[in-house]
């Protein structure tokens, strides 16, 4: 990790600690500003068995959060509109399938159009073969022309290869019971309790064609060192061939941090298992940080390398309160419910982790350290394939009159920078 001098991590305050808006009208002398550039969202998939045989249904969820979207006044009305667009690519790179859809939202006051907790959620179906695919995953505002775009991995397997199958988790904030006795759940994206959230419903499919009268479900949830802190397991009937299962998951004894959940189904010999992260939230966690000791990390930008050994060496309790007090002192509009540096600051950690990983984190790297410190450049030039030279690109800052010039010296993608950040950035002392 990269040593900053205290000197250094001044101009870094300097940059990051200012808002514009009204809010911030007293504070003249902050040149931080929000960064817009990137509408950032969450998604989540589920992969099931499609209806019949021979096929499997991909389901995309994508979640926005207000604040991400630019609304516009219409009478009375507030209204933002983005559109959502999926591509699939094969395991050989070609287009399979690919959708988009446009979602209107419409609040009826100034203050939700900048809510951080208000978010519109988004559904997109896909039939598949059997294989392994990729998924382009965009979201652009209507509006602003911004765009945000997330890659994924997936598999879609033959559930009926098996004797026994299960489909991928899923997560739900609510469920309820239409008047069919079909259950209806809403998905929760972000594989976390929120604040005031004291139970979750985890759901997944079995697959049965081998006829098995009943198997063994449940969870269990591990703490960071891998020791069980809360299970649950019953004996299912199988009435079907095809079975959705929903369980519920309590918010008692688990803390603010990452757990590890871990659904499995059991019938003799014949054990499944499936695994994902769960996070505990708490009051002021930023909506883009998932793990305390990672965020705690990722603060080596901004903090003094003693502050960040305190906060990790401490007690959990302890850990997060010391956490909370740092950005408390950032905080540009105390009092509120939102801390906006802190969600920005985090926002711009994620969109470098998508954009910029290479063989290290996005947000380890050059570019993802200037782009979380300074935002998204003015202007962007690349040069990826020019003959006499190695890979290179330079972002240009008008708002500073700034430049940087990055370059893959190893031709792998790992861009560096070719003059140290904090000689450029002294200049603006």
Not at 370 to 379: E, R, S, T, W
């Amino acid at each position: 990790m990269r040593n900053r001098t205290p000197r250094k991590r001044a101009i870094v305050l300097v940059l990051l600690m200012g808002l514009s808006g009204p809010a911030l009208a007293q504070r003249p002398e902050l040149m931080f500003s929000k960064d817009m550039d990137v509408p950032n969202f969450f998604y989540d998939y589920i992969v099931q068995a499609a209806p019949g045989k021979g096929k499997c249904q991909l389901q995309v969820f994508t979640k926005i959060a207000f604040d991400e979207l630019q609304f516009l006044k219409r009478d009375s009305l507030y209204t933002a509109s983005y559109e959502v667009s999926i591509t699939v690519f094969d395991r050989t790179g070609e287009q399979a399938e690919a959708k988009s859809a446009e979602k209107l939202v419409t609040v009826d006051g100034y203050q939700a159009t900048n809510s951080a907790t208000d978010f519109s959620l988004s559904v997109t179906d896909f039939e598949l073969r059997p294989d392994k695919y990729e998924l382009l995953i965009g979201l652009m505002d209507l509006d602003s022309k911004k765009t945000g775009h997330r890659k994924t991995k997936i598999e879609c397997p033959d559930f009926w290869a098996d004797s026994l199958s299960m489909s991928s988790l899923f997560l739900a904030d609510h469920m309820s019971v239409d008047s069919t006795g079909n259950l209806n759940l809403t998905p929760n994206v972000l594989w976390n309790f929120g604040d005031g959230q004291s139970r979750l419903y985890l759901g997944f499919e079995i697959y049965n064609p081998a006829g098995f009268d009943s198997v063994r479900v449940g969870y269990s949830i591990l703490n960071p060192i891998g020791e069980p802190v809360q299970q649950f397991h019953r004996m299912q009937a199988l009435r079907d061939i095809k079975m959705q299962v929903v369980l519920e998951i309590s918010r008692k004894e688990l803390q603010n941090r990452r757990y590890q959940l871990t659904a499995d189904v059991s019938a003799g010999s014949r054990v499944l298992k499936q695994n994902r992260d769960i996070t505990i939230r708490w009051m002021g966690m930023p909506a883009f940080a998932t793990d305390l000791d990672k965020a705690i990390e990722q603060l080596s930008y901004i903090a003094k390398g003693k502050d960040i050994e305190t906060m990790k060496k401490a007690r959990d309790a302890e850990k997060s309160a010391l956490f909370q007090e740092f950005w408390k002192n950032l905080d540009p509009t105390p009092g509120t419910e939102i801390n906006e540096i802190m969600e920005e600051y985090y926002k711009r950690i994620e969109y470098a982790n998508a954009t910029f990983t290479t063989f290290i984190d996005g947000w380890k790297s050059d570019r993802g350290m200037v782009y979380i410190l300074l935002g998204a450049p003015n202007d962007v030039e690349r040069h990826p394939f020019e003959a006499d030279s190695k890979p290179y690109e330079i972002w240009s800052y008008h708002r500073y009159n700034r430049n940087f010039v990055f370059v893959d010296q190893t031709g792998f993608g790992e861009y560096r920078l070719t003059s140290p950040f904090w000689q450029v950035m002294d200049q603006l002392r």
